[in-house]
């Protein structure tokens, strides 16, 4: 007894196989072809971002390791300009006026920004409170030049800070505040205060809308008051927005320049002296180009070492 060929099966899988083999491979260049046109449309940024950004630093890393005026042939002396960093008064004189400035330039303005915007979130729906984020975003928007040389007039001997002083009869306390080795940094840390304020203000405000307002309404009926509000649901409600706030901030308080080049130049003294702005003396003025280079890697890891952090303590869990 002959039996049937059992073929019709294999045929039936065979033709199934490669009809998914195909698919698969159309739909692996579909992928392909979507991957390749995100590359190609982010390409121009990430030329210009290695370019202007990551080309630097390198060069800034291979000029730390040499003795070099800009000019002329360099040599090499390993590690000695990082040592000069670390063992020359003025270089780490430089770094702790930036940390000073940490309290004006983000802790100031955050705890400001916090209290401002609570109290404009009370009063969102009156013209108030449109006028108050203006006047406080305002300083956001105009250039530090032109705050830095309008700060220097108001605090100037004869400026409108001191006559305010003399005119409530405090008159005794009235000076120079730029030119005063006690309050130039303070004077200084005020005018990046009054800058900061109002992107952190922006930023808070717009972290509060995204509360439900049932946690309000809750807190309220079992009696919570207005502090307990702020830090039982705004708060923790703002976290997120607050972590990038105190980033930002910090990151202007140690690479600061511009407010400090106009309002006092690094004086009296070195008492405003900014690791910035050493950076651009020892590079432009003293031709010190490989200790400029040492200071300039030295600030970009102190940035770092000191904001990744903050963002892991201040988001949390979340992050």
Do not use: H
Request: hydrophobic share 55%; aromatic share 10%; with cysteine.
């Amino acid at each position: 007894m002959v039996s049937a060929p059992p073929a019709a099966a294999p045929v039936v899988s065979t033709g199934a196989a490669a009809l998914d083999s195909a698919a698969a491979r159309r739909r692996r260049r579909r992928k392909f072809r979507a991957s390749l046109a995100a590359y190609l449309l982010v390409l121009p940024a990430a030329g210009f971002y290695v370019f202007f950004v990551l080309r630097p630093i390198a060069l800034s890393a291979q000029y730390s390791f040499y003795e070099w005026n800009g000019i002329g042939p360099a040599t090499w002396v390993g590690f000695a300009n990082y040592v000069e960093v670390f063992s020359n008064p003025k270089l780490t004189g430089a770094i702790g006026n930036a940390f000073e400035l940490i309290i004006y330039f983000s802790i100031i303005p955050v705890g400001i920004a916090l209290v401002a915007a609570n109290m404009i979130r009370a009063i969102a729906a009156s013209r108030l409170a449109a006028i108050s984020r203006t006047v406080l975003f305002l300083p956001q928007v105009i250039p530090l030049v032109a705050a830095g040389i309008m700060w220097s007039w108001q605090l100037s001997t004869n400026g409108l800070v001191n006559q305010l002083l003399g005119l409530f009869g405090l008159g005794g306390v009235t000076r120079a505040w730029l030119g005063d080795f006690s309050t130039a940094l303070p004077a200084v840390g005020v005018i990046g205060a009054w800058v900061q304020v109002g992107l952190c203000l922006v930023l808070i405000l717009a972290g509060m809308t995204k509360i439900d307002p049932a946690l309000y309404e809750a807190a309220r009926i079992d009696g919570a008051g207005p502090v307990r509000e702020f830090f039982s649901i705004t708060l923790p409600g703002v976290r997120q927005e607050v972590a990038v706030c105190v980033t930002v901030t910090v990151i202007a308080a140690l690479a600061s320049f511009d407010i400090i080049y106009i309002a006092t130049q690094g004086g009296p003294g070195d008492s405003t002296l900014v690791p910035g702005l050493q950076i651009f003396y020892l590079a432009f003025y003293q031709r010190e180009v490989g200790t400029a280079s040492a200071f300039a890697i030295v600030l970009m890891a102190l940035v770092l070492l000191i904001v990744l952090p903050l963002q892991r303590i201040l988001r949390g869990k979340e992050s």
